[in-house]
C-alpha cells in the first residue's frame, strides 16, 4: 500500500508561485511515472504534467514555460512548481504516481487526495 500526501496548494494573487509537493510513503522499490491533474469547479480532470522515470516531462500548453515538474528520489516526494499563476489555474490538483514494489515487479497507480489552488486576479 502506498500512501500520498499533498501539500502547498492555497490562494495566491494572479502572477505568483507555489510549490506543490506530493510525498510518497509505503511500500515503494521505485517510483517510475509521476504525473498532476487538476480539477476545476464544473469541469472534468485534465492532465497538467507529467514525467517518466527516464526525466522526460511534458506539459499542458497553458502551463508550458510556467509550471515545472520534478522529483526528489530521496524523499520519494514528487512536485509541481507553479510561476506566473492565473485566474484559470484554480483548480484542485493531484498527484498521480506509478511505483513498483520489487525490481521488475508490477506497476501500481496511486493518486493524492488533491490540494486547492486558488488564483485571485
Known amino acids: 500500500q502506498v500512501q500520498l500526501v499533498e501539500s502547498g496548494g492555497g490562494l495566491v494573487q494572479s502572477g505568483g508561485s507555489l510549490r506543490l509537493s506530493c510525498a510518497a510513503s509505503g511500500s515503494i522499490y521505485s517510483i517510475n511515472n509521476m504525473a498532476w491533474y487538476r480539477q476545476a469547479p464544473g469541469k472534468q480532470r485534465e492532465w497538467v504534467a507529467s514525467r517518466t522515470s527516464g526525466g522526460a516531462s511534458n506539459y499542458i500548453d497553458s502551463v508550458k514555460g510556467r509550471f515545472t515538474i520534478s522529483i526528489d528520489n530521496s524523499k520519494n516526494t514528487i512536485y509541481l512548481k507553479m510561476n506566473s499563476l492565473k485566474s484559470g489555474d484554480t483548480a484542485v490538483y493531484f498527484c498521480?504516481?506509478?511505483?513498483?514494489?520489487?525490481?521488475?515487479?508490477?506497476?501500481?497507480?496511486?493518486w493524492g487526495q488533491g490540494t486547492q489552488v486558488t488564483v485571485s486576479s
Open positions: 498521480n504516481i506509478q511505483t513498483r514494489k520489487r525490481p521488475g515487479g508490477r506497476l501500481y497507480d496511486d
